[in-house]
């Protein structure tokens, strides 16, 4: 593969906090400036099945400010696919320049087809992809997310065994396909503990259809109102920490799991003298886009 990432091994940072022994964050989000954290590891197995099957174009789909969008395009470009974004929300067609995801995706040279939030809903259907066959020709499908077998594999390499001493994994949880990984892989004596992003606990199905181990939980205190959603005190608490250990978290992911984290040590949830290892899963970009948000609201920004 011509995407080159960085060897993360010794990128982890530890801090002590009374109570645990130590938590650890698992820089993820340095493989690489775009195609960083989970987007990689989803991605890595099925580019190589894409050259396999001799596919020139990757297709996929995904929202406005889809971090798996702007990764694949990205990866496309870098591996010499053509690559097309099916986006939700009809709206967006006009907005291309003014939305930080979609933009550099384009400049990717991604190609677009934006539909309705309804047609969206039909994205798995099979009528609906020979319709984008005829309309776009042969390509290889990407699921939203980038969850599929292949994803789980690569995200089934983030551990190592150097991570085999610790009590507790945790991770973000979008569409379950990196937890999944991450358990298949944990020693079972690990807790892989996921901290959803959006509300409910309906991902527990997704994510058992891949598991292959019992020994995790889904988290589901911390999602701050659902998907993307945030409000002062997540947003105190990303800048705060950016500011006191020098990482930068993500508004829909990692730092809603970074919060819920030190609130269950806070609480004594975890084990007296617990070792943890935080997944940093990057996403890191979405913080354009939340900060446009944030502007209109005249809430203070993410730095």
């Not at 995407?3 to 690489?32: A, M, P, Q, W």
């Not at 309705?116 to 319709?131: G, L, P, W």
């Not at 309309?135 to 789980?152: H, M, Q, S, V």
């Amino acid at each position: 593969m011509k995407l080159n990432i960085k060897n993360i091994d010794n990128t982890k940072l530890v801090f002590n906090i009374e109570g645990i022994k130590c938590l650890t964050i698992k820089r993820e989000d340095l493989i690489h400036s775009v195609v960083s954290g989970n987007k990689f590891r989803k991605l890595k197995y099925n580019l190589i099945q894409a050259k396999k099957e001799n596919k020139i174009t990757l297709l996929t789909f995904g929202g406005a400010y889809s971090n798996h969008i702007m990764a694949t395009a990205a990866a496309g470009k870098l591996e010499g696919f053509k690559t097309i974004g099916v986006i939700r929300g009809e709206e967006l067609f006009n907005k291309i320049e003014n939305n930080p995801t979609l933009s550099y995706a384009k400049s990717c040279g991604m190609q677009f087809k934006f539909i309705s939030r309804n047609d969206f809903k039909h994205k798995n259907d099979i009528k609906f992809i020979e319709a984008l066959k005829q309309e776009f020709g042969d390509f290889y499908l990407i699921p939203e997310g980038g969850t599929n077998k292949l994803a789980i594999k690569g995200c089934e390499e983030i551990l190592t065994e150097a991570d085999k001493d610790f009590d507790y994994i945790c991770v973000p949880v979008g569409t379950g396909g990196t937890i999944a990984g991450i358990i298949n892989s944990a020693k079972p004596s690990q807790q892989v503990l996921g901290f959803s992003a959006l509300k409910g606990d309906f991902l527990k199905e997704d994510i058992s259809k891949f598991a292959k181990q019992d020994n995790w939980q889904l988290i589901t205190d911390y999602h701050f109102g659902g998907y993307a959603k945030i409000n002062m005190e997540l947003i105190t608490f990303i800048n705060t920490f950016k500011n006191v250990h020098g990482i930068p978290l993500d508004p829909v992911y990692t730092g809603k799991m970074m919060f819920g984290i030190i609130d269950m040590i806070n609480k004594g949830v975890f084990k007296k003298n617990a070792k943890i290892l935080a997944i940093h899963t990057g996403g890191l970009q979405g913080i354009q886009g939340m900060n446009i948000r944030l502007k209109q609201k005249q809430l203070p920004l993410i730095q």
